[in-house]
């Protein structure tokens, strides 16, 4: 089983900071890596997802990977109260699964005003 | 609103009874993954989809538990003879795109609570 470590938290920024989410994963072979947020109570809403190593932007949210040290991260710009969440990492299974998703465990984001 | 829906949101019942939940992917979505959370995990994989052939299911996936699709659109779980351990949202997520770009959308899940 591919393994997606993540740090539980909670991670706790002022509003208007970054904040910085860590992942790694133990299999060298994947490929793609997927970032979901979920406000308590509800179900993960996909935020976006990274292929290459280097970054990839959109709005106020970064990904960064870095295939070679096995881990990827999430970067939230101009931190709101409405992004405290928890940010789940997830990591592609197999193509007998068809590609379902292996995901951590979360970090639980809490941005303060 | 991702486009897809579960029903019903909260299941509240008895061990050893039976339950069923239904999922309606969005609908030009081939590809159908149930998934279990319990509090403070992530969510796991239980089964896979592609139209209506489901092709792979996880070792979670007890002989208690079965799924289907039966003409590729809407898919049900059922749990037989249910147990406290059981108790978790069940969500169920669709994708249209095929490898590791697979971007799966989630549908708001079903909340088991076995008493």
């Known amino acids: 089983q591919k393994e997606v470590e993540q740090n539980s938290g909670p991670l706790s920024v002022p509003e208007g900071a970054i904040a910085s989410l860590n992942c790694t994963y133990s299999?060298?072979?994947?490929?793609?890596f997927f970032w979901y947020r979920q406000y308590s109570g509800k179900s993960p809403e996909l935020i976006m997802f990274?292929?290459?190593?280097g970054d990839k932007e959109d709005g106020r949210f970064t990904a960064q990977l870095n295939k070679a040290s096995q881990y990827v991260s999430l970067l939230i710009r101009d931190s709101q109260p409405s992004d405290s969440a928890t940010y789940l990492c997830?990591?592609?299974?197999?193509?007998?699964?068809?590609?379902?998703?292996?995901f951590g465990k979360g970090t639980s984001l809490l941005v303060t005003p | 609103d991702t486009g897809v829906s579960q029903n019903p949101r909260h299941k509240i019942t008895k061990r050893g009874q039976n339950v069923t939940f239904r999922c309606d992917p969005i609908s030009e979505h081939n590809r159908l993954y149930w998934y279990r959370q319990t509090l403070g995990q992530g969510p796991e994989f239980l089964t896979y989809f592609q139209n209506e052939a489901q092709l792979e299911k996880s070792r979670l996936l007890s002989d208690r538990f079965s799924a289907e699709r039966p003409k590729g659109s809407f898919s049900t779980l059922e749990i037989q003879r249910t147990e406290q351990g059981d108790s978790a949202m069940y969500l169920c997520?669709?994708?249209?795109?095929?490898?590791?770009?697979?971007?799966?959308?989630f549908g708001p899940g079903t909340r088991l609570t076995v008493t």
């Open positions: 990274i292929y290459s190593n």
């Open positions: 997830a990591v592609p299974i197999n193509s007998n699964s068809g590609y379902a998703l292996n």
């Open positions: 299999d060298r072979g994947s490929q793609s």
């Open positions: 997520a669709s994708s249209t795109r095929q490898g590791v770009l697979n971007e799966q959308y």
